[in-house]
């Protein structure tokens, strides 16, 4: 198998599945994915909510612009998010809400009376909160399998168990080694490989930006009593848990972010201990099991931005990584103008209000 197309993609989760199904109209598009089926890693191991604050002021635009799509096709919840703390974290409830006063994001503060009301058996110690109201929950692998499906439509092949092992400039663009699922050419290369992103670009020739991957934790408990249904998405303002219900369990991270190699990530008994440690502070539920644990790597660039754009100094090489803890919430817009920047299409109206500059690899020149 040696055929050409114009763009290879390298990693077929959330973030290369969605920019494949953005580029299908207008280019013959390999996606290619080195595990047996697409979204093994960080996108099937998320906690699959869409919070506008989530990833700072700048990834907010991204957010916003993909909330319409995500909405459209029916991929979110309701749920609502409560950012909480104690009376020492006060100034820093407030440096939130200055942080995002003019991001466009709607977040109000909410006092004791409406923490308790909205979080029942909440300790006494928690008086403050910041409400986002528009926090949602994400149907994740409905999102993935959709983009999959848009890109499966648009004439995209996908090749699974397909690793690519070396990528060499030929003429105009490259020849791809893909292991035992064979070779192929490309125009150009895009690396959407995740936690693998500085990798393939070392294979490629290019630098390596210092896209981190950092592991991150989540358990499944079963609490006395139940968490209610309409529980919002609660988080600690100084970032150390989150939690959550789903269909009756509670999803619970101590919001870890251990640096770690690309790898199949799992989860540390310490990071669970840890995780219930810090609920136990917070709220009087029993917890009577751990029902299941998971961790997966989310992947940073320095400055925590993610990274759309052609390589500043190899030519034909597109970067599209470090989508770190919101890359399943930021998708469709990330998604649309990765593919307008690459084919050099003009911009959208979910595109029109975002700045390319932000994103762009040449930032770290
Ligand atoms: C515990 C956890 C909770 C999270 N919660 C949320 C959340 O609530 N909301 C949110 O928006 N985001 C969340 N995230 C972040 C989100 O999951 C990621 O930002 C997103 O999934 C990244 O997608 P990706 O396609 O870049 O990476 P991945 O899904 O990891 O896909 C990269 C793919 O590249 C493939 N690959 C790598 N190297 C090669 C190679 N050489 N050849 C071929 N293929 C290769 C890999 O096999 C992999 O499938 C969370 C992440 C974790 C870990």
Known sequence: MNETYDIAVIGAGMAGASLAAELAPHAKVLLVEAEERPGYHATGRSAAFGEEC?????????????GPYLREHGMLSPRGALYIGRDEDEAAIEAFMERFASSGVSIERLGRESLQRRIPGIHQAWRHAVSEPACADIDVAGLHQHYLARARAGGVE???????????????????????????????????AGAWADWVAELAGARALGIQPLRRTVAQLRTAPQPPADLP??????????????????????????PCPPCDAAPEELDVALAIDRFEHVID?????????????????????????????????????????????????????????????????????????????????
């Open 54 to 66: 989530y990833g700072g002021p700048d990834v907010v635009p991204l957010t916003l612009a993909s």
């Open 158 to 192: 996908l090749r699974c168990r397909a690793a690519l092992a070396a990528a060499e400039r030929d003429g105009d663009g490259w020849r791809l080694s893909l292991g035992s699922a064979g070779e192929a050419r490309a125009g150009v290369l895009v690396n959407a």
């Open 233 to 258: 998405l609660v988080l600690d303002i100084s970032g150390a848990f989150y939690f959550k219900p789903e269909h009756g369990k509670l999803w619970l991270s101590p919001h870890d972010e251990t």
């Open 285 to 365: 539920w029993r917890i009577e099991a751990v029902e299941h644990k998971w961790a997966g790597l989310r992947s940073f660039a320095p400055d925590r931005l993610p990274v759309y754009g052609f390589d500043p100094g190899v030519p034909d090489f597109f970067w599209f990584a470090g989508q770190g803890g919101f890359g399943i919430q930021t998708a469709p817009a990330a998604a649309r103008l990765g593919a307008q920047v690459l084919l050099r299409l003009p911009r959208d109206a979910m595109t029109e209000a975002l700045d390319e500059a932000l994103y762009a690899p040449g930032r770290f020149v």
